[in-house]
């Protein structure tokens, strides 16, 4: 047995992950590229309990999350999902570090999302809109301020109580954060909107954005799950984190395939092409741009190995 496996809790990730770091991370992992399947979901109970695998190896090392989502789980008083990150030695194959999953997928999802921003938001963003008040929403914010010069970030919840306790928990860390009660007005005033939600039925509706506006869907990783409408998909240049995940999973981009309104060929790039230089990203000051991820398994072995390079651990590669 492995008695020595380094057991890494949620604050020493959230500790060895500052963004600007991560952020370079990511674009050098999706620049080279890694195998990534698409994650794999099991049923386990009858009840619809489910297991999700998500592994990814490169020639240097490979690693897999391991994923439970058991919703009767709130009845029980615990929480509904969670998440550990076996991290392996690439060479050998031997594990490396057992790493909390929860906090390496609130930091690498974050992140992604700036990264994906510093290639298709406007170098003068100033005013973020954060949509939904949930456990990601502060990472979120926080990644989008690493990359941006925002000057003020607005919060709104389909519970005003929850925004309000957001925006305050990001003042507190010096964010110029406060929550709004109309989503219309943010998102008229929005360079930047960010939305990590369980909507089913479309928030983020195209037609109340202004021309240069960046929106990242981040919530919706289902076929039946929607944050943007159909308006927003048509008027934005779209781009994904990966089209295999992307266009299986996101209802956000699925339903409106499957309605006609929206053709899988219009996706301009994924977050790869982007990274190594293949796609421009933006274009002009004045069009919409959309990047909606999923999640891939890439990011969370690039999160990983920083974590173990950052905790002195000899990582894999």
């Known amino acids: 047995m492995h008695d020595s496996i380094p057991s ?5 990730v959230h500790a060895a992950l500052d963004w600007r770091s991560l952020v370079d991370a990511l674009r050098a992992a999706f620049a080279a590229g890694a195998t990534a399947p698409v994650r794999a ?42 998440a550990l990150y076996l991290l392996m030695d690439g060479a050998t194959g031997h594990p490396v570090a057992l790493i909390d999953g929860e906090a ?19 170098t003068d963003a100033t005013t973020l809109v954060v949509v939904g008040a949930g456990a990601l929403a502060p990472y979120m914010a926080q990644a989008h301020c690493a ?20 925006a305050a928990q990001l003042a507190s860390i010096g964010l110029p954060a406060r929550a709004i009660a109309r989503l219309e007005d943010g998102l008229a005033a929005a360079d930047i909107v960010t939305c990590a939600t369980t909507a089913r039925e479309p928030v983020v509706r195209g037609a109340q954005l202004r021309p240069g506006t960046h929106v990242d869907l981040v919530g919706a990783f289902t076929r039946e799950m929607r944050e943007g409408d159909d308006d927003l998909v048509a008027r934005a240049e779209v781009f994904v984190d990966t089209r295999a995940g992307a266009l299986k999973e996101a209802g956000d ?24 230089g293949d796609h421009p990203g933006r274009r002009s000051a004045d069009e919409v741009t959309l990047f909606k991820s999923v ?9 990983a190995r920083l974590v173990a390079s950052r905790l002195g651990r000899e990582a894999a590669g």
């Open 253 to 276: 981009l699925v339903q409106p395939i499957e309605r006609g309104v929206f053709a899988r060929e219009n996706v301009r790039a994924e977050l790869s092409d982007l990274a190594r």
């Open 8 to 12: 890494v809790r949620a604050e020493a």
């Open 104 to 122: 390496l997928t609130l930091r690498r999802t974050a992140a992604s999302s700036a990264l994906a921003s510093s290639y298709l938001s406007r």
């Open 41 to 82: 979901s099991h049923e386990v109970t009858a009840a619809g309990d489910r297991l999700l695998l998500m592994p990814a190896w490169d020639g240097a090392g490979l690693g897999v999350k391991i994923v439970t989502v058991f919703p009767r789980n709130r009845e029980r008083g615990l929480a509904s999902v969670a």
């Open 295 to 303: 999640g891939t398994a890439l990011e969370d072995l690039c999160a």
């Open 147 to 166: 990359v941006r010069p925002i000057e003020r970030v607005l919060v709104w919840g389909r519970h005003a109580d929850r925004a309000e306790r957001t």
